[in-house]
């Protein structure tokens, strides 16, 4: 899959959700353990429904393990260029005469309605290694309209 990148609060909310995850697993594979000991698992839509469950949520589990490995935590105290946008940093830009401001954040932690997007969205892309002043155009739509975006401040 490549790099995934997270900032240090997304990173600490996706060892949370794994670990939420691990307890729910730990939960339903109690409850088909106790329907295979009273012997009422056989037939049953409802240990049939959980044992899916299960299957899917262990698979999921996996997958996010996995990425774990190939993730790396930007530390922007650490990583901070001066100036230039990056993940964690708040853009306020120009999208066609319109102001915007967007945070550029980590994996998983995407939130347009809040301002936030993710550093692997066409426009986390396109803001990534901006200077304010610089300036590209942006396709949008079906009718790929060009936008010219102008970076108007950095912060962070």
């Not at 066409?122 to 309209?145: H, P």
């Amino acid at each position: 899959m490549g790099k995934i990148y997270f900032t240090k609060q997304g990173f600490d909310n996706f060892l949370k959700k794994i670990k939420e995850d691990e307890e729910v697993i730990q939960g339903i594979s109690k409850s088909l353990g106790e329907s295979v000991e009273s012997g009422t698992w056989h037939d049953n839509f409802d240990y049939e429904q959980k044992k899916a469950k299960l299957d899917m949520l262990t698979t999921e589990l996996a997958q996010k393990k996995e990425l774990i490995r190939d993730s790396f935590i930007i530390d922007n105290k650490v990583n901070a260029a001066k100036g230039i946008s990056r993940i964690g940093s708040t853009v306020t830009i120009d999208f066609g005469g319109e102001t915007q401001k967007w945070q550029i954040v980590g994996y998983g932690e995407s939130d347009p309605a809040a301002g936030k997007i993710a550093y692997n969205c066409r426009m986390g892309i396109a803001l990534i290694k901006k200077k304010v002043g610089d300036s590209f155009d942006y396709e949008t739509g079906a009718e790929k309209n060009k936008v010219k975006v102008v970076i108007k401040e950095i912060v962070g």
